[in-house]
């Protein structure tokens, strides 16, 4: 995709930014790390944060974002982490990455410390970091804040239980958010991925089980990768600043829907004239 620099929403009364700068969340692996490597070459000054610092500290050093180690779930984190972003300069997109799915037990046998750290993380981790970077957007003058759903926010299935809960709740804070900033130079974004294959989503949702986080892949023709989505996500973020991507959903080729999924071979069919 060709992107290119957003512009504030008059540039008869701004100057664009020399730089631009935005904040990643959940920026350590999967999806979000590789939305710093995007946005970095594309230019902009990214503040990445994360839990895990081992990881932060090896995106950092090769791709020059800022780390930041923290929780989205820590009030005193996501402190430090306005703080820290804000003395490099204005912020002007806040990027909601971090998130995560844990089982998939039916709802009549939940566990509801499953719910609780899912909701969490993915939901109140949302609404805690754009509440947290709104005052910031609102003194750079323009922004975007970004959320990642998934297409689980859209429809539901069955074993997707608290995870497809949270994301229907994100999905739902993004459309409020849009509504509530009306009038102001803030876009609110959401990107919903289909099915994606990352190093640790489905791994972490099955407790380390590797062979029941591979049989989720198992036959699928390409399926997402984490790169692809950051192209899609940078590709929103970097529109000119008047375009507003509502909704974005993307799938690969062989998801027609959340729960209608291909395994084996793509093949065009010559029955059908």
Avoid at 72 to 100: C, S
Avoid at 188 to 194: D, H, K, R, T, Y
Avoid at 213 to 226: K, S
Wanted: no cysteine.
């Amino acid at each position: 995709m060709t992107t290119s620099q957003p512009q504030p929403p008059s540039t008869e009364q701004a100057a664009v930014p020399a730089t631009l700068r935005a904040v990643v969340t959940g920026a350590s692996s999967g999806i979000g790390a590789a939305t710093v490597r995007r946005l970095r070459a594309q230019g902009w000054d990214v503040v990445a944060f994360a839990r895990r610092a081992d990881l932060l500290d090896a995106l950092a050093a090769e791709t020059g974002a800022h780390p930041v180690v923290g929780d989205v779930t820590d009030e005193a984190d996501v402190a430090r982490l306005v703080r820290e972003a804000e003395a490099r300069g204005p912020v002007h997109a806040v990027l909601n990455i971090a998130g995560f799915a844990s089982g998939t037990d039916p709802i009549d046998a939940s566990d509801l410390d499953r719910w609780r750290a899912m909701f969490e993380t993915n939901v109140l981790g949302t609404v805690r970091v754009t509440k947290a970077f709104l005052p910031a957007i609102r003194r750079a003058g323009f922004g975007t804040v970004l959320v990642l759903t998934s297409t689980a926010g859209h429809d539901a299935y069955s074993g997707g239980s608290g995870y497809v809960a949270t994301k229907h709740a994100q999905a739902a804070v993004a459309d409020t958010l849009r509504l509530e900033l009306n009038g102001e130079p803030v876009r609110v974004l959401e990107i919903a991925p289909g099915m994606v294959r990352t190093e640790g989503f489905s791994l972490t949702r099955f407790d380390g089980d590797q062979a029941r986080a591979d049989a989720v892949y198992e036959g699928v023709e390409n399926p997402l990768t984490a790169d692809d989505v950051a192209d899609v996500v940078a590709f929103a973020v970097t529109r000119p600043q008047h375009v507003a991507i509502d909704t974005l959903v993307l799938r690969p080729v062989a998801q027609s829907s959340t729960t209608l999924l291909a395994r084996g071979p793509l093949v065009t069919r010559t029955d059908r004239g």
